[in-house]
């Protein structure tokens, strides 16, 4: 009875589901997690997303980047008041297993850094779209965020990367 419990408990984590009509030949399907993405943020191939509201737009990683990326150690940052430009590095995320710069998904002047990475850059991995947000920007070029993606495209890109890895 113990074996089956655990045997549920780590199906159940590992996403796979059995039906079986006989218990000699189960049928199990394997489904694959993806990461949250969110409607209503623009995506960069980049793994970068934004949220424009407004005049301002803030600016984080993914979802999907986290996870790869795994727990975040250390987070490096822009000054308040500098400026960015579009698919150039702002600062870098370093994580158990590398560390990656982050691009800005679009041009602007730096209005606000997230300060609290500094001393819990997890926040990152814990709260991608909420707490973990990097910086934010008044875009000089507002007509960039139509050349990111959607979520659906993202979602759709997300996918096509995993699988060629």
Not at 37 to 47: E, I, M, N, Q, R
Request: charged share 20%; hydrophobic share 35%.
């Amino acid at each position: 009875m113990a074996l089956a419990i655990w045997a549920s408990s780590a199906a159940n984590a590992l996403k796979i589901s059995c039906a079986s009509k006989s218990h000699l030949a189960p049928a199990c399907s394997l489904s694959r997690c993806f990461s949250t993405v969110l409607d209503g943020l623009k995506y960069a191939t980049s793994h970068e997303w934004v949220k424009h509201e407004g005049p301002v737009a803030t600016i984080g990683i993914s979802d999907h980047a986290q996870d790869h990326l795994g727990e975040v150690v250390f987070v490096e940052l822009p000054e308040t008041g500098g400026s960015v430009s579009q698919g150039s590095s702002f600062g870098a995320v370093e994580s158990v297993k590398a560390t990656s710069d982050v691009y800005s998904p679009i041009s602007g002047q730096v209005i606000e850094v997230n300060t609290k990475l500094t001393e819990s850059p997890g926040t990152i991995n814990s709260s991608p779209y909420e707490e973990g947000w990097m910086i934010k920007v008044k875009p000089s070029k507002p007509a960039e965020l139509e050349s990111l993606m959607g979520s659906t495209e993202y979602t759709k890109f997300c996918e096509e990367v995993d699988a060629a890895h």
